[in-house]
């Protein structure tokens, strides 16, 4: 489980200690990718830097003067040592974080299975009382296809035509149509199958 799952099941102010184990980890883990990418940008500048340098280093041999003391490679390799220590230093401590998150897991492993399975129970509750509504919505919906459909005009012919004109331009036609979606045997199916996940704790609870 990460922070945003804990989150979204409103079980952060039950469990702060595990909210702040979770969000160090997720501070961590951030700041490390943070440190390898700019390692490994560091380390991509290290031959321009060189080539630079040696340029330079060509220049003044060319015009008799000494080359620079600190050259850029010189500077680059030691920024990247020292990005590199910060990312070992932060690997560490993420270990050390989910260390910590681990053995409290495996400590209060039940107590948070209980949790979490309660908060999902919820979630399928309000997801089976948006089922049943919709399900109702989508039978009537269904049900007026068949009105809809023997209440359609038939469409204009050729001998409804005045004779004085060669064309005629009518307006928009509304026509039932086939809809091309699943069939309603299975949305209903689909529906029910939500309205189930809820059914347990209703039960429990008319009990």
Do not use: C
């Not at 952060?12 to 702040?20: A, D, N």
């Not at 220590?85 to 681990?102: H, K, M, N, P």
């Not at 209440?151 to 307006?171: C, D, F, K, M, W």
């Amino acid at each position: 489980m990460n922070l945003e799952q804990l989150r979204a099941l409103g079980l952060e102010k039950r469990w702060p200690r595990l909210t702040e184990l979770l969000r160090e980890v997720a501070s961590f883990e951030q700041k490390l990718r943070k440190a390898n990418a700019e390692v490994q940008q560091l380390q991509a500048a290290l031959a321009p830097a060189r080539e630079r340098d040696l340029n330079a280093q060509a220049q003044a041999v060319r015009a008799g003067k000494e080359p620079p003391k600190v050259s850029e490679e010189q500077r680059a390799e030691k920024k990247l040592d020292a990005v590199r220590r910060d990312a070992v230093i932060l690997s560490r401590a993420l270990q050390a974080v989910q260390t910590d998150l681990g053995a409290f897991r495996a400590k209060r492993q039940a107590a948070l299975f209980n949790d979490v399975l309660d908060a999902r129970q919820q979630i399928a509750n309000q997801l089976a009382e948006h089922a049943r509504g919709a399900l109702r919505d989508f039978t009537r919906w269904s049900d007026l296809h068949y009105v809809v459909r023997d209440l359609t005009p038939p469409e204009p012919t050729q001998e409804n035509q005045p004779a004085e004109r060669s064309t005629i331009v009518y307006g928009p036609a509304r026509v039932a149509t086939t809809s091309s979606g699943p069939a309603r045997g299975n949305v209903e199916q689909m529906l029910q199958h939500l309205i189930s996940l809820g059914a347990k704790e209703i039960a429990e609870d008319v009990a």
